[in-house]
């Protein structure tokens, strides 16, 4: 296809590699932390506050996920505080009435 290429990000692939084999661990008290904490301390022209004592003494809450119907598909996505499960739902929602594939790639 034209105009498409590969983006290897060999940097990522680390990252989600010492996820896989260190869990949580590896992402709030590694090296991974370290680099992110610096990355936004350093931030140039939109320096931010938060800390690596901030990072490392985050904890994650489960909460239940947003689901809604499409075309047959039960689909689900992150819930309140966060808004992308809801307003991927509402968007199908919305597209569930037209008929997408007749419209074509263009």
Partial sequence: MAGW???????????LRAIASGGADAFYTGAIVTDIAKAISSAEGNLGLM???DLASYRAKIRP???GGYRGYSVC???????????????LGL????????LGPN
């Avoid at 290429?5 to 990252?15: D, P």
């Avoid at 597209?95 to 007749?102: M, P, R």
């Fill in 5 to 15: 290429y590969r983006l290897i990000n060999t940097q990522f692939a680390e990252t």
């Fill in 95 to 102: 597209l569930e009435k037209f008929d997408l594939e007749a």
């Fill in 51 to 53: 800390t690596l004592a």
């Fill in 65 to 67: 996920a947003v689901c």
């Fill in 77 to 91: 996505g992150m819930g309140p505080p966060s808004l992308g499960g809801l307003t991927a739902a509402m968007m």
